[in-house]
């Protein structure tokens, strides 16, 4: 059951990495996936350095907490992806965004997964 748990995590942590190269490798098709125009100017610079930056963090936070079995790998990105979820609601509910069900879908079954993976793969601190 761990290892396919392990698995399991894996998986979105590399998804998170490849992604996170992508946005700075192929940023107007990474863009274009995820149903967002590239920006031009400093909103470019902003929009491929933020978000590059925190799927790149968030993929290896997961495939460290993978590999060194320590329970606060597994908590910080969990609590990103649990915000970020939170974070699409309030857009949704507040500021007249569409509701991306799909990726709150996902951000939020990561999020537990990995709050599962820290109970049951975790070292004891």
């Known amino acids: 059951m761990n290892t396919l748990l392990r698995i399991l995590v894996t998986l979105p942590g590399i998804l998170f990495v490849v992604i996170g190269l992508g946005w700075l490798v192929v940023p107007a098709q990474v863009a274009n996936e995820f149903g967002m125009p590239l920006l031009d100017g400093i909103g470019r610079s902003n929009q491929i350095g933020d978000l590059s930056v925190v799927f790149l963090a968030l993929g290896i936070m997961i495939l460290v907490a993978v590999i060194t079995s320590e329970r606060r790998w597994f908590h910080v990105p969990a ?30 079954g990561v999020g537990c997964l990995l709050l599962v993976a820290a109970a049951r793969l975790a070292v004891r601190e």
């Open 79 to 108: 609590l990103m992806l649990l915000g970020v979820g939170c974070a699409r609601i309030l857009a949704w509910l507040v500021h007249d965004a569409a509701f991306a069900g799909q990726s709150i879908a996902i951000e939020f």
